[in-house]
Structure formats: C-alpha cells, structure tokens
C-alpha cells in the first residue's frame, strides 16, 4: 500500500512538470494532419476535374457555353412571357435574333478580310518600302548576333521571322465541329425554354426550407448577375466599335464599319481582344498609309480609347455590382483559353462571376476585420 501510493503521488508531478514544458516549448501546428489530407484530396479532385474538362472538350465546350449564354438570356425570355408569349418560342426567337446578329458581324468582318487576302501579292514590296525606317537598327541587331557568332543567313535584310505552320493546325483544333454547333444550339434552346422547371427541380432536390431558400437565391444572383453582365458588356462594346468606326472613317482607314465590327466582337475577351484590334489596325493603317507615323494613327488613337473603356467605363459600371479582381481576372482569362481556347476566353468572365456569387453566398465572411500581429 505505500508503495502504490508514492507512485500515486509522484504521476501528477510529472505529468504537471511535462504539461508545463510543453506549454512553454511547444506551440500547436498551423495545419493539422486532417487539414493536409482534406488538401490533398481537395487538389486531387480539381486536377481530375480539369482532366475530364480538356479530354471530353467536344461535349463540355459546347455545352457549358450553351448554360452560360442560356442563362444570360434568360431574363430576356421571362421578359416576352410577361407579354404573353410561350417560353419554348420566346426562346426560339431569342436564339435566332442572336444568331442573326452574330452573322451581321461575321460578314461586316470578313469583307474586309476577303479584300486583304486578295491583295497579298502586292503588300510584301508595300511593307518594305515602309519599313526602311528599320534598316538601321536592324544592321546593328545582326552586328550584335555577329559577335556571339550567329552570324544572320546570306541575303537575310530583316529579322527572322517566325515559322507560321502551327497556324493550320491550330486553327483546325481550335474550330468548332459541325455536331459541336448543333449541340451548342440544342442545349441552348432547350435551357432556355425549361430554365424555370430545371430550376424548381434543382431547388426542391435540397431537404428543408433554408437549404431551398438559399439554392434560390444563388440561382437568382447567378442569373442576374450574369443577364445584367451580358447587358452591359454589349453596350460597352457597341460603343467601342462606334468610337472604333469612327475613328477609322475620320483617319482615312478602309471599311471602318468592318474594323468597328471587329472592335466590339474581340473586346467580349477581356486583354487579349483589345491587344489583337490594335495590332489590327496599327498593320492596316501601316499598309495603307503613306508614312509609318501616319498608319498608326488609328491605333493610337484606339489604344486611347480602349484605355478609358477599360480603366474607367467598364470598372465604373460593372464594378458596382461585382468586384472583379484583375489579377483573378488575368488567370482565369489565361486558365480557359489553355483549356478551351477562344470560346474559353469568352466564357472566363461569366465563369469568374459564377464563382463568386457561389463563393458570397456559400462562404459568406463574418468577420472582415483583418488580424493584427
């Protein structure tokens, strides 16, 4: 018995004496063995997600554009119902004026194009005798590659200009199939004459009033968010190619209703359409114009405009209903174009937005104080 009790005593001691020098030398870690593991498996699902995405493109492409576009016209379609016309022919109609007026820009674009590739022979000697200005810096760029010994080629006056035969292959990958447009087209018009059934479906799917409640409000703002997003980018566009139009009739450059055209289209990808309409017309203006400086006119002149529309236009207007971060922005841009090319810039925005309607309603932040060290 007092054996048992010495070792009675003397376990407190040390179990005090080691929870204090754990207390004082040990701090608890800042991600638990749990929280790693839920990380992993977390990462594993959205690198098997973008697996499937990139593999299956032919029916995820065509399809989540047909969703998207889907859901940003249909306020349109709830629109004409209040006037009593059927939701299954208002959609009908919605698809078809939208088909239309893709078409109006699709030839306003490509007859200018067909022009230009008309006249190819004889812009080569045009753009040399341009191009004059260059000889000198370009005499002391060979100077330069001669004296890391990568002397230029015999009877090479320029700069090497790079090869060009990814352009086929790549315009084959990147162009939409026929069954990928019919099933654009179908998803399309069928989501937008039973959104309201798929909707109602997809709420009652959720157990209990709160948890339908919030299903609705997040397809609310989705559908909102994204029809209000259409709304304005196209206006914001058209007055873009307007001021594009313009300023190619009042420089002198030709069919500046087709450069206008092509202003407003690209300007729906967000960088890279701006970047492209200024190279554009900083090439036409090149090879219709009389001197280098007067051929970039248009595209400095562009390029102020643009700059406005991007800096304080669109943020102005767009950034009272969604804060849309640039740097979120430039990744999600660079993200679907990797994955789905030109349809994927177009449809980053929208995607971005969906994001962060889910990311306000599901996550919602209690405490926006920012912790002090």
């Not at 004026?97 to 674009?109: D, H, N």
């Not at 009877?155 to 352009?167: A, C, D, N, Q, S």
């Not at 890279?272 to 190279?279: D, E, L, R, S």
Request: charged share 15%; net charge positive.
């Amino acid at each position: 018995m007092p054996a048992v009790r010495r070792e009675v005593r003397g376990t407190p001691g040390r179990a005090m004496s080691a929870s204090s020098g754990d207390s004082d030398d040990k701090r608890p870690p800042l991600l638990q063995r749990a929280e790693v593991v839920s990380f992993a498996v977390v990462a594993l699902l959205i690198i098997s997600v973008v697996a499937v995405l990139y593999v299956a493109r032919a029916f995820f492409l065509p399809t989540v554009t047909a969703l998207v576009i889907g859901t940003m016209l249909s306020p349109a379609a709830r629109f004409f119902e209040r006037y009593g016309i059927p939701r299954p022919v208002s959609a009908v109609l919605i698809v078809t004026a939208t088909c239309a007026g893709l078409v109006f820009m699709v030839a306003l674009i490509s007859a200018p194009v067909m022009e230009w590739t008309t006249r190819l022979p004889e812009l080569g000697p045009r753009l040399k005798d341009k191009f004059h200005v260059f000889d000198r810096p370009i005499a002391l760029w060979h100077q330069l590659q001669g004296l890391f010994g990568a002397a230029p080629a015999a009877g090479e006056t320029g700069f090497p200009l790079p090869k060009i035969e990814w352009v086929q292959p790549t315009l084959e990958f990147l162009s939409p199939t026929f069954t990928e447009i019919l099933l654009f087209f179908a998803v399309l018009v069928l989501f937008i004459a039973s959104w309201p059934d798929l909707r109602r479906a997809l709420i009652l799917n959720f157990a209990g009033h709160d948890s339908r409640l919030r299903a609705l409000r997040v397809l609310n703002a989705i559908e909102s968010n994204l029809g209000g997003y259409l709304l304005t980018v196209t206006m914001i566009n058209m007055g873009l190619g307007i001021a594009t139009g313009l300023i190619g009739a009042v420089t002198g450059m030709p069919n500046p209703a087709g450069l206008g055209a092509l202003a407003a289209t690209l300007n729906y990808i967000p960088i890279i359409g701006p970047i492209v309409t200024f190279v554009v017309l900083a090439a036409v203006g090149i090879i219709t114009s009389s001197t280098l400086a007067a051929g970039m006119v248009a595209a400095g002149a562009f390029a102020v405009a643009a700059f406005i529309e991007g800096h304080f236009v669109t943020p102005t207007i767009i950034g009272r209903r969604l804060e849309l971060n640039a740097l979120a922005v430039f990744i999600a841009l660079a993200f679907w174009t990797w994955l789905w090319g030109p349809m994927g810039a177009f449809l980053s925005s929208p995607i971005l937005i969906v994001g962060l309607v889910l990311k306000e309603h599901l996550m919602p932040v209690k405490d926006a104080s920012f912790p002090e060290l």
